[in-house]
């Protein structure tokens, strides 16, 4: 069947108040940046719902993009059509006709948001409950839990009929709580803290630190296509890439082993927090999970946070790993953060990391090192790549090497 709208609702905007326009319009520009190449679709987004005016694009295409938005609680592929009562009737009995099965119930749901109608909605349950069963005679009525809901709205310009629900994901509209960095590496981690921290509505810049030639481009791009794997839930989402070699090396030359890994993280919390400040984002974000490696103690952390103020989340601070792996599995970037292409904090682990950092000596150590140069360098060489649904990196260039041999 061909609809001629989608009908999405709110769930949790509902609860905003005053505010409920700001969270309404940026749910709808994710919604704008998802359907990015269906120029065709128009959008109108109202207090109670959003309608998505088709135009002749096929449904289940529109429907694939629906789903992971975060702010919708649920929609409907809907027909739009006359309110006259055969015209009703005729369209509830082909979509039923359609969509029916063998032994399966159905109920009427009518409502009217045009009270002059010439029918009240216990009428209109009754007339078109009556329609299906005169051309589906075997099919039955069943007031609670049925297999179809018909849901009928009766609007002041139209009729419009509807046969499914479809959940959506929830959550917040990405962008309605603020900006945050995400430091994203290619492990498994991060990504799910960007996955969870847009999900309450934080929109997210993917900041990553990159060190060749110790990293290789191949750990580059499965950087980039795991945030390729973040952008269904609002579009687009901006890569940043930091150049990290000369800070690593220095580290590794002047600062004793058990503390590189300390000294190397408050350096990318202070070049992240830069670019924060720079970008007017709000916070910082990673997957930072307690105890899981030496660097995610909390004597760690104390000393790593210790070059900053800005509010650092850590969403799965409490998940233990398989948590962590069973929400990448189904946000589908854990077979991609286990490809073996290591990042630079992996590169230079050290071999007996500090678990317990003393903040005076990590001090100390950076004494050796001229930090602010460093830091300005790595800052001037960043680049900017604003990454879409749909593209691909990693297995882009793959195919392109593998043509070249």
């Known amino acids: 069947m061909e609809y001629s709208e989608i009908m999405v609702r709110y769930g949790e905007l509902s609860t905003k108040g005053k505010n409920r326009r700001i969270f309404i319009n940026q749910l709808a520009k994710n919604v704008r940046h998802s359907l990015h190449d269906f120029p065709e679709v128009k959008i109108h987004a109202d207090r109670d719902r959003m309608h998505l005016i088709l135009n002749g694009v096929e449904y289940k295409d529109i429907k694939a993009r629906l789903l992971p938005i975060f702010g919708i609680q649920n929609f409907s592929p809907a027909l739009q059509i006359e309110k006259d009562l055969s015209s009703l009737k005729k369209a509830v009995q082909e979509q039923m006709r359609e969509i029916y099965q063998e032994g399966q119930t159905f109920k009427i749901n009518t409502r009217r948001s045009d009270h002059k109608y010439a029918y009240d909605t216990n009428q209109l349950n009754q007339i078109l409950g009556d329609a299906v069963l005169e051309c589906l005679p075997t099919i039955k009525v069943q007031m609670k839990n049925p297999d179809i809901k018909v849901l009928v709205e009766i609007r002041q310009e139209s009729a419009y009929i509807s046969c499914e629900t479809i959940n959506g994901a929830g959550g917040l509209p990405v962008g309605s709580s603020g900006k945050g960095m995400l430091m994203l590496s290619g492990g498994i981690d991060s990504p799910v803290a960007g996955y969870l921290s ?208």
């Open 198 to 405: 847009m999900k309450r509505g934080v929109e997210i810049e993917a900041v990553h630190f990159a060190s060749p030639p110790y990293t290789s481009e191949k750990a580059l791009l499965k950087a980039m296509d795991l945030t390729v794997k973040l952008t269904p839930y609002v579009g687009k989402i901006q890569f940043i890439e930091v150049p990290f070699t000369e800070i690593q090396e220095e580290i590794k030359q002047k600062v004793p082993s058990g503390y590189l890994m300390t000294v190397t993280r408050r350096m990318m919390m202070r070049i992240t927090d830069i670019l924060r400040k720079q970008r007017r984002g709000l916070a910082i974000i990673n997957g930072e999970s307690l105890g899981q490696v030496a660097s995610q103690t909390l004597p760690s952390m104390v000393a790593i946070n210790d070059v900053t103020v800005t509010p650092v989340i850590r969403p799965v601070v409490s998940m233990d790993k398989l948590e962590i792996i069973d929400i990448a599995n189904a946000i589908d970037t854990f077979n991609l953060s286990i490809q073996p292409y290591e990042d630079c904090c992996t590169i230079f682990a050290p071999p007996q990391p500090k678990t317990k950092p003393k903040l005076e000596k990590v001090r100390e150590y950076e004494k050796y090192l001229q930090v602010d140069e460093l830091i300005v360098r790595a800052v001037a060489g960043i680049k900017i790549t604003e990454i879409k649904t749909g593209q691909s990196y990693l297995n882009s260039a793959v195919a392109e090497f593998e043509d070249f041999l």
